[in-house]
């Protein structure tokens, strides 16, 4: 099993409804890199299309694989070296196989169905562990991935639903993140 994860922040949604492009939050990347290299992702994709964006994510990776983060935090530096910054969802794709996007199973992640058929943990669970491509499973920033973005996975994940309903659901990206790699790679054995 090949896995990647990809913060995407553009096409993305704002609270209207409308396709916005995000900017980049370094709590974010810390943390879901930290999460992914825990749960064995291979790579943390960082797609935002706006250089300076792109560029900030790089120095932020730099100062913690390279410069003096590394040295003051040295764990930080394995978790933050799984990072790539790229500028659409096709360069994650062609960063992942050979046949782009055909060559990947792409999934998706959302707070809400939206009406679209999803699949259960249990079940992407069980298609991850025979997974033959690699897979790539897509964190939207603001109000969640666009339309079209949902509308292409090979997989869209159930919303997470904590057991209490609290009414509440608004999770920051980077906690949907460590949730989901734990549902799906998480030990199930644990006491």
Not at 118 to 146: C, K, N
Request: proline share 4%; glycine share 8%; aromatic share 6%.
């Amino acid at each position: 099993m090949r896995l990647a994860l990809a913060l995407v922040h553009y096409p993305v949604l704002d609270r209207s409804g409308e396709t916005v492009t995000t900017a980049i939050t370094n709590l974010d990347l810390h943390d879901m890199a930290r999460s992914a290299r825990t749960y064995g992702a291979e790579r943390l994709f960082v797609v935002h299309p706006v250089a300076a964006q792109r560029a900030l994510a790089e120095r932020i990776k730099e100062h913690w694989v390279i410069g003096s983060g590394k040295r003051r935090i040295p764990d930080r530096a394995v978790a933050l070296d799984v990072l790539s910054v790229v500028s659409s969802l096709d360069d994650v794709y062609s960063a992942l196989s050979s046949a782009g996007r055909g060559g990947v199973e792409v999934w998706t992640t959302a707070a809400a169905s939206r009406g679209l058929p999803v699949t259960s943990y249990a079940a992407t669970r069980a298609r991850l562990a025979q997974a033959s491509d690699p897979v790539v499973i897509l964190f939207g920033t603001g109000w969640g991935l666009a339309p079209e973005v949902i509308a292409d996975a090979d997989v869209r994940i159930e919303p997470i639903r904590a057991e209490a309903s609290t009414g509440y659901n608004h999770l920051s990206v980077r906690a949907a993140c460590a949730i989901t790699l734990d549902r799906l790679l998480g030990d199930r054995n644990a006491g």
